[in-house]
């Protein structure tokens, strides 16, 4: 079982910036697909991006590409999500997840989840 601990949300004014990140509890997560996802009030959760274990392939959903990257360090067990230049639109709930198959936007390839962190966008 792999345990993920995210961490890094807050407010922040439309156009700024913040980094999120996700702890692994063991090193057999190396080898996992991570993925970020978020969850708006009042909304399902929807895909964000993804990052295959090797840290070389990504995927990424229209709504953020261009302004989010994600990142990964196998040392340390950790996946980031550095967001820039944000909308009020992207406020929601983040959780970062992990599975054993190919990296993408659906929940059903991912196996583990965080808890999550807020994500507040003020205009």
């Known amino acids: 079982q792999v345990q993920l601990v995210e961490s890094g949300g807050g407010l922040v004014q439309a156009g700024g910036s913040l980094r999120l990140s996700c702890a692994a509890s063991?090193?057999?997560?190396?080898?996992?697909?991570l993925g970020w996802f978020r969850q708006a009030p009042g909304k399902e959760r929807e895909f964000a991006a993804a990052?295959?274990?090797?840290?070389?392939?990504?995927n990424y959903a229209d709504s953020v590409k261009g302004r989010f990257t994600i990142s990964r360090d196998n040392a340390k067990n950790t996946v980031t999500l550095q967001m820039n230049s944000l909308k009020p639109e992207d406020t929601a709930v983040y959780y970062c997840a992990a599975g054993s198959r190919t990296p993408g936007p659906s929940t059903y390839l991912y196996d583990y989840w965080g808890q999550g962190t807020q994500v507040t966008v003020s205009s």
């Open positions: 990052i295959h274990w090797s840290g070389l392939l990504t």
């Open positions: 063991t090193r057999t997560s190396s080898r996992y697909n």
